[in-house]
């Protein structure tokens, strides 16, 4: 990690820790664009101003000029075009105002008509014909104003200028005093024409980049059950190498009559962000993950009856003849299941080692004897740790057990041997649920792109009640 990372990652902890410090509920998710990521942005951005600035048409130009030897003529250049813009270098940099963008040594190709006409007093004289012209050394540049407004990104242009060093023009056909006549009489016009129309279309660029940001959704959909606010409440923050802004980044549950999309749900990972400079970091708050599991919680029926495991012995009250006498004597050779309900959303922390789960259930202990007949509850709590990791836009992990916890809540058939117990519902855990949960791990969930734009060589950090993905950006 190089020190401008070290530096981004600072302030992005700042960021993500500050907002919480002052308003208690706000911003949970932090995203920092790092110098990388702005260099890749520009590029985006600059290309697609091209794209869509080309063909550009300039209005057209008529002068009447009084040429040596030919008297007064009226000269019109139309149909003035530039069809093609190059730029060699360009650079950004994020400052207190805003991020200024510089594109410079660019050039461009121009096409006009022209066409004269004059009258001497015996004949009327006209022609017309096509030119080109070369505009060599332009520089554009422009200042981007960051700011939020009612919890939605904002841009605006705040200073923009083109500039062009000089144009050659290239006649074909037309006599020979036409071409100095052009240089001298439109060389200027030319220049001033391609300065305002593009610095105009430009902020035509800026201003419909910032209605694209106004129609980004303010909630994103995860599967059909979840919406996640992504309302801006911090930032953006400017410093000279970074943009960090902050969304509010909750969970909640959908509403029933909204329609969804598909994203993937966000767990994390892997090392730290040993790598230099990456694109993003994205730090994530452990209230994120507690929103989800409330609302994934209350829309789903977590319980689940076990009834079949590796030592299928256990599931008979057989195999309990002389651990607990009581319960063979009252319901001899019958089968049993578990019904393990959840009864609170999983606790989520992160911690410097992972993410902890911790799961309050209850264990209630059937027996099948024709009918079901509870014959004992028993409280757990589960603590899982995880990992995830993010590989080709598919955000993957696994848990495992790392603490159970139970005691009895009430009995029909006695005291129960609570260490037993405790093993057989390790057993349990590590061989039913466990590789479950993993196998749906395993496949992962994909992450959400931007336009065609997902998370490469991510990698995450935890710690501090937060998870920091950094990562490259890259087409998918
Ligand atoms: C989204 O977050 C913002 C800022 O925290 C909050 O003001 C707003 O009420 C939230 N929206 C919903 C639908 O919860
Ligand atoms: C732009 O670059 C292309 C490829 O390098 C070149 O063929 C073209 O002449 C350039 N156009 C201008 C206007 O400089
Ligand atoms: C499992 O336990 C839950 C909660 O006590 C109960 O609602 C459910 O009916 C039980 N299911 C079975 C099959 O015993
Ligand atoms: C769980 O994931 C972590 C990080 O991706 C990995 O290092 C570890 O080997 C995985 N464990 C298992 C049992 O798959
Ligand atoms: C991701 O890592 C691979 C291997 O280290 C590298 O070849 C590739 O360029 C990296 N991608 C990005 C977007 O940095």
Redesign the pocket.
Known sequence: MGPKDFIFLILLFLISSSTQVESGQNGFISFGISQTGLELAKDLMINSAISSLIPLELPQIEQKVQIPLVGKVRMVLSNIVIYQVNVSSSVVQPGEIGVTIVASGATAGLSFDWSYSYSTWLFEFSDSGVASVQVEGMEIGMTLGLYSQQGTLRLSPQECGCYVNYISIKLDGGASWLYQGIVDFFEDDIISAVENTITNKVIDVVMELDSKFQSFPKEITFGDTAILNATITDGPIMSSTSVLFGIDGLFAQIDSEMTSGSYGISLS??SSCKNPEKMVGISVHEKVFNSASLVYFNTNKMNWIVDNLPNQKLMNTAGWRYIIPKLYKEFPNDEMNLNITILSPPIIQIENDGIVAAVNSDVVINVVDGEVIQVACISMVVEASG???ISSSILA??I?LSKLTMSLKWSKIGTLHMNLLQSLMSTVIKTVIVPVV?LRLRIGYPLPDFHGYGLQNASIIYGDSKIIVCSDIAHA
């Open positions: 990972s892997d990992f995830a990791g992990g696994n495992s993993n």
